[in-house]
């Protein structure tokens, strides 16, 4: 008997009396827990066929999911480097951990998300305070380390949710490396033309600027501070970002690149919700793909 029938009886029964009321109630309930216990797999809750974060498994559990046929994503955003005076220094790692969640909702099962990476390749951005950077060699060896960890359990397939761009540089070497050995490892590129922050975007500028900005502002509003928002977009210069006048690289007092106070958070949702859909879509293409035949004998 479904739950509603259960429901039909106990207001009829509300009728009749105090007594009858509380014995249809404790029917519903018995027979409604009842139901539930004896469904099959296919009729529990979705999570049985949803992404999992693997950082909350045991061995165990997690020896089960990590097989040939899973995608194992793995965010990647810094959590102390500079975005201007109105970001704060964990911008990137906020923008990694809504976008895991956004993939824990949406990814189908054979996904599993592992653990955020807070550090990487960004030089520059070193001449403001509290910011961090690896070389370029510690941040490929970093992605491939724990590649190779999680692959000797079984699973071939992996997405690097990146939310940087001179990440870019260690990530690509990464997945050379990693095809050695029959890994296929596939990244967000935050450089290629998205059609709809083409259409949005008012201003120039690549770092804590219109775009990002108005992201945070959809992602974490409570993170960002439009008061001190100012248009710092100098001439873009070879090398990184520089507080000096004359120095090398790009001149930016406030350590942003591009006008901020052109930010809403309208645009933050069409341009944040664009990107999680084509980060999805890297990730089925990434299911589709076949690794190569050194995949046969996963590194020790």
Known sequence: MSLTTHLNIFVISARNGGVSLILALASAISCCAQSTASAGPGQQSAHANAAVLLENLSWDEAEHVLSPNTVVVITLGAESKEHGRHLQLNNDFLMAEYLKKRVLAAAPQNTVVAPTINYSYYPAFLEYPGSTSLSMDTARAMITDIIHSLAHYGPRRFYILNTGISTLGPLAQATADLAKDGIVL?????????????????????????????????????????????????????????????????????????????????????????????????????????????AAAPPK
């Open 186 to 294: 596939h990244y967000t590129d935050l450089t290629k033309d998205d059609p709809v922050e083409k259409k949005l975007r008012q201003s120039g500028g690549t770092h804590a600027d219109e775009i990002e900005t108005s992201m945070m502002l959809y992602i974490a509003p409570e993170s960002v501070r439009m008061k001190k928002a100012v248009r710092d977009l100098n001439p873009n210069q070879p090398g990184g970002l520089t507080r000096d006048p004359q120095g090398k690289g790009t001149y930016s007092p406030t350590g942003a690149w591009g006008d901020p106070t052109l930010a809403t958070r309208e645009k933050g949702e069409a341009v944040t919700e664009s990107l999680v859909s084509t980060i999805l879509k890297d990730i089925e293409e990434l299911r589709q793909a076949a690794p190569s035949p050194a």
